[in-house]
């Protein structure tokens, strides 16, 4: 025999546990959802336009099982952060820690310490196949 017991109890719980699941992500898309990391310069660099050179940048936490997209539209006048990582390469299976990034300038200019240079999405994922 099965009982199943139905109370306002269980629908405040589901309903304050979705709450908190929502204040945990900064977006959703449908049934997806994710966070968003700034990329921050941490030294001043000069760049002429076309340069791609590497930029150390404040650390930035990759949560395990996470995979990371540079946002696409323009965060600085003079370029593009167009990848981040670390010394050491980890698997998407292990938190990560960015602390320089590539970056690509468009034009001629300095990205300065502290200046906002791109933006990280994040997705939880699972994997499915090692």
Known sequence: ???RIKSRL????KRALAEYEDSMVDFKIGTISGNLRVVIADE??????????PI???????PA???C???AYATNRVGHTIAVGEETPLPISM????????FAAAQDG?????????????????????
């Open 56 to 62: 150390k940048i404040k650390k930035v936490e990759l």
């Open 10 to 13: 269980g629908k405040e719980i």
């Open 95 to 102: 938190t990560r820690h960015a602390d320089h990034a590539a």
């Open 44 to 53: 001043k660099v000069k760049f002429k336009a076309g340069d791609i050179k």
């Open 69 to 71: 997209n540079m946002c």
């Open 110 to 130: 300095t990205v300065k310490k502290n200046e906002l240079i791109g933006v990280v999405i994040l997705l939880p994922m699972q994997l499915t196949h090692l």
């Open 1 to 3: 025999m099965i009982v």
């Open 65 to 67: 099982n996470h995979i």
